[in-house]
């Protein structure tokens, strides 16, 4: 959705501050561009919204007259975004468009989006005996706290790759976990 890839263009731009060597051309492009083809994913016309949506991007940037020096490292940053693929980003682009979209998975607004999205697909906000799978799967058979501990707990502070990211981080991922921490001891009847 395009309020996500607002998020994470206004992420990028904060990590960015004070950083040389940064070519905010190619941070601007990449985080606009990073979900394009999240929608092909989502209805199955692609496998990897990454690998598809560099394609698409090379193809606006090319139109667009988009310098031409930049769009492969534009496309690369996209291509290598997805934190649940476990893909190190090659540029210090890619690195600030990895931490912006990693910095929208923690916080009040995933925790909205996790609730949210379990009860379009009709999951169960708790049930303690359905423990969180090791890693994390799409599986149907999970709930909205299970969500929590097979992703999105998993993506600590020291995991960013930058500095900037990695301080940012530190507060929503308190607030995410903390959150979890209360509910579980209100759902078991201890507040």
Same mark, same amino acid.
């Given at each position: 959705a395009f309020d996500h890839t607002n998020r994470v263009y206004h992420n990028?731009?904060?990590?960015?501050?004070?950083?040389?060597?940064?070519?905010?051309?190619?941070?601007?492009?990449?985080?606009?561009?990073?979900?394009?083809?999240?929608?092909?994913?989502?209805?199955?016309? @692609?496998?990897?919204?990454?690998?598809?949506?560099?394609?698409?991007a090379r193809e606006i940037l090319e139109k667009g007259n988009f310098p031409g020096?930049?769009?492969?490292?534009? @496309?690369?940053?996209?291509?290598?975004?997805?934190y649940s693929k476990g893909l190190v980003a090659e540029s210090i682009e890619g690195k600030i468009l990895q931490d912006a979209d990693r910095l929208d998975a923690i916080g009040a607004i995933t925790i909205a989006r996790i609730f949210d999205?379990?009860?379009?697909?009709?999951?169960?906000?708790?049930?303690?005996?359905?423990?969180?799978?090791?890693?994390?799967?799409?599986? *149907?058979d999970t709930t909205a706290i299970n969500h929590?501990?097979? *992703?999105?707990?998993?993506?600590?502070?020291d995991r960013f790759n930058t500095p900037k990211a990695q301080e940012l981080a530190k507060d929503k991922y308190t607030f995410t976990k903390e959150f979890v921490e209360r509910f579980e001891k209100e759902w078991n009847g201890e507040l």
């Open positions: 990028a731009l904060r990590i960015s501050e004070g950083m040389e060597d940064v070519d905010m051309d190619i941070v601007k492009a990449s985080t606009l561009l990073h979900d394009i083809a999240r929608m092909k994913e989502d209805e199955k016309l @692609c496998d990897n919204h990454a690998t598809e949506g560099a394609k698409m020096d930049k769009i492969d490292v534009v @496309c690369k940053a996209i291509e290598q975004h997805r999205r379990g009860g379009v697909k009709q999951r169960p906000i708790h049930n303690p005996s359905i423990p969180p799978e090791e890693d994390y799967s799409k599986s *149907k929590f501990y097979e *992703k999105i707990l998993k993506i600590t502070p």
